[in-house]
């Protein structure tokens, strides 16, 4: 990587951008502010969000923290994959383990190591992008393409009144299928880029009075990061790399982190009715505890959703709203390891149902209430393990229905012109259910295990009040309580939350600043036993607990009629409450961003600069220490890192023709993450994420 001083990168780029800007202005005609950006800031907060509460309101009286992110910004900014855009959101961060696509996200202080983004639930068009067996929503399910979303609402806080176990953290609500008499956005658009990256997207818009429809199709290839292996490891791991089968020493991660994707969606609405088909079908390689030999692991999977829906006004007062959602999933994962001759393999599958039923009643002038049924069920899961080295012999698991029903409500009340009172709750209930093992134990009979799994009991609730003293001025006080099952052997992990923020808003500034306090528990934390021999060993329970305190600003301003700067910092104090001299794992102290872009009549210029903390790895107690005493980290703590990301746009070069060239990481700096003992503690340095990325786009609009 480049060792020249950041200060001066910094200067000549801003230097080249002055001078790219001064030539497009110089060039062009002049501009009205309506053509540069459609809303001001205060239009924007009054615009109709749906996913806080599944209600139509606006972002100012929502009972949340909200953040969006429409198609303007996607391509004001260059974006080009989902955790690009994620990764720039308030509060987000990443983590990439290389243990699947790149994108699983920590939320204020909080990150999962165990499952990708199973603390937030993850929609699409208002369906659940969810793998039931896993309970968890890996990015490599949901490959959108960019160019297919027209808007993200993005709630963060607990929502699990709502959406249910696994919104402990907020709510990410993908939009794709806009289309108005004046907005009928088709295009179709082609990128390449590094590390041999190529995408390809299609969307097509249609309106013929009461029917829409929109398809949006997409493609996604990459070789992933190529990394040394002396780079991630320490060297007293990396001399066991020729236990593992590695004589190589340069030996790197070169398309052993291979992503392919192929995604199809259409969502049509006539009348009353909704419909919503999605397929996707990844292949994606990762790295699993030991590095691979040949061709890297693969996990191949395809997954279908299809979505029905009816919305009905019944009267002035009450207008009903039923979902049913019906869900296929396979994945086939094969093992590289130790040798060219090793075999392993874990294939699964199931069917899923989500179905919902919603009514709004507005009981008076001045009361809402919102009602909601719901009910899901993973049906005729089939896991088939064979590892024979590991002496896992076509072991299979069997669950033919596991069923949870949930009924939650939520009452909004306008006490004054000023002030609008929230509370609601919710109760789940995952039913009890049979679950089936069967291993073969090579003999003529086997081992077959059924457990009769007990019920699991979850409630929600939240509360909040919003004061508007005046246009300019918004006060909101929030409180909830959310839920995750971590799995059916553990009690659900909880969050608790009370939040404070403040909206300032005129037509050219919006400053949004938030107080907030957050509690886990119950979180699955391993801890030392005695095995009885004399030994040691590790096992785990629910005793972990972690508290946060934080601060978030934002500020958003157009000056000068053609630009726009966002600013943003998160500062989050986390602590272990049972281990109160440990420093939690995976937990930055502060998280920022600064956004800036220029748009003339076709141009955007825009730069992006993030910064995250430095991050502890994960303390296992079961690590021998060699002088008698247990107990370390699984990795280093690894620095803090900064990146400068920067994007060029021309829009309508010919006939609807745009080229869009992005730039991410632009200073080659070094991103570092650290290490996870679900997957990668071999990697005892952490996991590198990209160097300098360039991608060239050419799209059509029509």
């Known amino acids: 990587m480049s060792t020249v001083h950041p200060a001066s990168r910094y ?54 923290s909200i953040y969006i992110v429409n198609r303007a910004d996607i391509e004001r900014y260059g974006y080009n994959t989902l955790t690009d855009i994620l990764e720039n959101v308030p509060g987000f961060y990443n983590i990439y383990s290389y243990n699947g696509a790149p994108g699983n996200f920590g ?5 999962n190591p165990n499952q990708q983004n199973s603390s937030m639930a993850i929609l699409v068009n208002g369906v659940h992008q969810y793998t039931f067996d896993s309970r968890s929503s890996p990015m490599e399910q949901i490959p959108v393409p960019v160019e297919a979303i027209d808007k993200i609402e993005i709630t963060r806080g607990p929502n699990a009144v709502i959406y249910g176990s696994g919104a402990s953290f907020g709510v990410v609500n993908i939009i794709t299928n806009t289309v108005t008499d004046d907005q009928k956005k088709s295009l179709f658009a082609y990128s390449s880029g590094s590390l041999n990256t190529e995408r390809a997207a299609l969307r097509v818009a249609l309106k013929e009075n009461d029917l829409k429809l929109v398809m949006n199709a997409g493609t996604y290839s990459t070789n992933g990061p190529d990394n040394k292996f002396y780079d991630l490891m320490n060297s007293d791991n990396f001399s066991t790399l020729p236990s593992f089968g590695i004589t190589d020493p340069e030996y790197s991660t070169n398309e052993l982190l291979e992503q392919h994707n192929k995604y199809f969606n259409i969502n049509s609405s006539y009348k009353n009715w909704f419909f919503d088909f999605a397929f996707n079908q990844s292949s994606t390689e990762f790295f699993i505890l030991v590095p691979s030999v040949q061709d890297g692991s693969e996990r191949k999977s395809t997954s279908i959703n299809m979505t029905v829906g009816y919305a009905y006004e019944i009267n002035d007062w009450i207008d009903m709203n039923f979902k049913s959602t019906y869900y296929q999933h396979n994945r086939d994962t094969d093992f590289d390891a ?32 919102l009602i909601g049924l719901n009910y899901q069920s993973m049906k005729n899961l089939d896991e088939l393990t064979d590892i024979p080295a590991l002496n896992f012999n076509q072991d299979s698991y069997f669950i033919d229905d596991r069923p949870l029903h949930a009924v939650f409500s939520q009452i909004n ?4 012109d000023k002030l609008k009172l929230t509370a609601g709750g919710r109760f789940e209930e995952i039913q009890p259910y049979r679950s089936t093992f069967i291993s073969d134990t090579g003999e003529a009979s ?34 909830g309580n959310s839920s995750r099952i971590s799995g059916d052997d553990f009690l659900p992990e909880e969050t608790d939350t009370i939040e404070l923020n403040y909206l300032y808003v005129v037509e050219n500034l919006y400053t949004s600043v ?11 934390v391993p801890f030392l036993v005695d095995d009885g021999a004399g030994g040691l060993s590790t096992e785990e329970d629910t005793s972990g607990k972690l508290s946060t305190d934080g601060i978030e600003i934002i500020i ?8 726009l700067i966002e600013a943003g910092i998160t500062y989050q104090d986390t602590s272990d409450d049972i281990n109160k001299n440990l420093e939690p794992a995976y ?116």
Do not use: C
Request: proline residues 2%; without cysteine.
């Open 446 to 479: 086997e081992n077959r295990i059924i457990s009769n799994n007990e019920s699991i009991h979850i409630n929600s609730y939240r509360g909040a009040a919003v004061y508007s003293s005046t246009d300019e001025h918004t006060f909101k006080f929030m409180i």
């Open 11 to 64: 200067t000549s780029l801003l230097l080249l951008l002055g001078l790219l800007i001064i030539s497009s202005t110089a060039l062009s005609e002049n501009i009205s502010f309506e053509e540069i950006l459609t809303l001001s800031l205060t239009d924007l907060v009054n615009l109709e969000i749906y996913s806080a509460n599944k209600t139509h309101e606006t972002i100012k009286e929502s009972p949340a």
């Open 514 to 524: 938030s107080l907030f306090h957050n509690n886990l528990r119950n979180l699955v």
């Open 107 to 111: 939320v204020r202080g909080f990150w």
């Open 587 to 702: 937990s930055p102290d502060l998280l920022s961003h600064i956004k800036l872009s220029y748009k003339s009549r076709k141009s955007t210029y825009s730069l992006i600069s993030r910064y995250v903390d430095e991050m502890e790895s994960f303390y296992d107690p079961g690590i021998d220490n060699g002088d008698g005493s247990f107990g370390n980290r699984t990795g280093d703590k690894i620095n803090s890192y900064a990146t400068l990301d920067a994007n060029i746009r021309i829009d309508n070069i010919y006939e609807g023709f745009y080229l869009n060239v992005k730039a991410n990481n632009l200073l080659d700096k070094t991103i570092r993450y650290p290490n996870n003992n679900d997957n990668n503690t071999l990697l005892d340095k952490g996991t590198l994420g990209n160097e300098r990325i360039i991608t060239v786009t050419v799209g059509i609009d029509f």
């Open 338 to 369: 130790f040798s060219p001759s090793f075999y392993g393999i874990i294939n699964s599958s199931y069917d899923a149902y989500n179905i919902e039923l919603l009514s709004n009643i507005k009981a008076s002038d001045d009361t809402s209430i």
């Open 413 to 416: 009340y306008q006490a004054t």
């Open 556 to 563: 958003n301003k157009n000056f000068q009629k053609y630009w």
